[in-house]
């Protein structure tokens, strides 16, 4: 069994800086210039060629847990991409990646592929996708950069349907790859009654946790659920 997972395109991320170029001068060399609309041509080109699952190596981040998971009433999940041969294949394939926090905080720096000052060079809107700025370094992020191509080739790979009415794309990750569900500090019962009917329903392997606050740290621990109490 596949489960859908919701893949970025280069002008979906929430970050305003998220894939935006190094503007520089042109010194004559095919290098991105200062000229009007350089920025969003960049940015436009990596629609339709690569996709960005976004996940994060960080476990139980306070700021994250906020952030990212409903304000702490939410889940997590951890994803294993050794447990099966198809996400094994993208490690092989290099297209699970670490981003780059670069100190000195500088955007990437991108040239244009010959004289097409229209279209990037695929590797130049790939390493686009691995590249953030300073401010983001706690998150440890890594992105599974997926080409288009993988996706459109067959439905057992992804999909395209519309999620809260806009069209978007979904990558399938074999079931096996997901081997635990947490659920955050402020979930509520319910959650967790419909995390375990899921689990019993798709027959799967999951683990399910839950953080609590650590009594003399600012941060959580977690604790696996027992399957028949839950203490909020």
Not at 32 to 43: C, K, Y
Not at 152 to 166: A, D
Request: proline fraction near 5%; glycine fraction near 6%; hydrophobic fraction near 35%.
């Amino acid at each position: 069994h596949d489960e859908e997972f919701v893949v970025t395109s280069s002008v979906d991320f929430d970050d305003p800086f998220e894939f935006l170029p190094r503007v520089l001068q042109d010194d004559g060399n095919g290098r991105l210039g200062s000229q009007v609309g350089d920025v969003e041509t960049v940015q436009e080109a990596g629609v339709g060629i690569f996709y960005a699952l976004c996940l994060s190596r960080k476990l139980n981040d306070i700021r994250m847990w906020a952030q990212y998971g409903d304000n702490h009433k939410g889940l997590m999940l951890t994803v294993d991409f050794t447990a099966s041969q198809k996400t094994q294949e993208w490690l092989n394939s290099k297209w699970v990646l670490d981003v780059d926090y670069p100190k000195h905080n500088h955007r990437h720096e991108v040239h244009w592929g010959g004289d097409n000052r229209v279209k990037l060079p695929p590797d130049e809107i790939k390493s686009l996708f691995t590249i953030k700025g300073y401010d983001w370094r706690d998150q440890l992020e890594t992105r599974v950069v997926v080409p288009n191509g993988y996706l459109i080739r067959s439905p057992e790979n992804g999909c395209f349907k519309f999620l809260s009415e806009q069209l978007r794309a979904f990558i399938k990750v074999p079931q096996a790859c997901i081997t635990k569900v947490t659920l955050g500090y402020r979930s509520s019962p319910g959650l967790l009654a419909s995390v375990k009917k899921l689990k019993e329903v798709k027959r799967a392997n999951w683990i399910i946790s839950k953080v609590d606050r650590h009594p003399s740290k600012f941060e959580f621990e977690e604790n696996i659920v027992n399957q028949d109490v839950y203490n909020p």
